[in-house]
């Protein structure tokens, strides 16, 4: 199994609502990131997380790091069709330290 | 500030064929990794370099090695191609070889096995 899991593996939303996407790690995190990705193109970072509890925001998307849960979550507020899109989660773990892994991704299609 | 270069975008190569792919950092990152991404497995860690030395490798057969020269820049090769090396190969840089520096990313290299 994978050490970083995604959840939704896809989501389909109207314009407008909010939405929320799950990062959870089966070991100790260090650092947590965020990227979105456009089909065949590269990816885009969107956040790092690194402390327990900490809360970052960007236009109408906030990420936060539960370090006890080992877990991340990216929510979107009032959701555009600019936010479609794959989006990542990237970690150093407890047995990847010296190397960022990546979640198997999360699709984000927004309904005009 | 120039982001992540990596050429060619598309490469089309048959099977048994070997093929080299560039990779030009952000300007300052001396960090430079290479990932594999396909449907099925995802994004997948190929090897890191730093300064001119491999720092980490992934799970990858002999057939994908690497490179990096004095000005950052890196070149990834894979010998005998198979069908399976179909794939997105992307290249993502960071100043350091510190895990705690986020890596920018380019768009990648697609390369089809006929």
Redesign the interface.
Same mark, same amino acid.
């Given at each position: 199994s994978?050490e970083l899991e995604q959840s939704p593996q896809s989501l389909i939303v109207q314009e407008g609502k909010n939405l929320t996407i799950n990062c959870t790690s089966s070991k100790t995190l260090?650092?947590l990131?965020w990227?979105k990705q456009k089909y065949?193109?590269?990816?885009?970072?969107l956040m790092?997380l690194?402390k327990g509890g900490e809360e970052k925001s960007h236009e109408k998307i906030t990420a936060k790091l539960d370090e006890k849960k080992q877990q991340s979550s990216l929510h979107i507020t009032a959701s555009q069709p600019s936010h479609a899109g794959i989006y990542?989660c990237?970690a150093?773990t407890k047995t990847?330290?010296?190397?960022?892994?990546?979640?198997?991704?999360t699709s984000l299609s927004v309904i005009p | 500030k120039a982001g992540?270069t990596?050429t060619p975008r598309y490469l089309i190569k048959t099977r048994g064929q070997q093929v080299t792919l560039s990779c030009s950092p952000i300007s300052g990152h001396r960090s430079v990794?290479w990932?594999q991404q396909t449907p099925g497995q995802?994004?997948q860690?190929l090897f890191?370099y730093f300064s001119e030395t491999q +720092?980490?490798k992934?799970n990858f057969p002999g057939r994908f090695s690497g490179r990096q020269f004095s000005n950052s820049r890196s070149e990834m090769n894979v010998s005998t191609l198979e069908l399976g090396d179909s794939a997105?190969y992307?290249c993502?840089s960071s100043p350091g070889?510190n895990?705690?520096q986020?890596?920018?990313?380019?768009?990648?290299t +697609?390369l089809s096995i006929l």
């Open positions: 994978q260090y650092g990131y990227y065949g193109e590269g990816l885009i970072f790092m690194q990542l990237g150093a990847s330290y010296d190397k960022v892994i990546f979640g198997p991704g | 992540v990596q990794s990932y995802g994004l860690f890191e +720092r980490n992934g997105l992307l993502a070889s895990s705690n986020p890596q920018h990313f380019g768009d990648g +697609r």
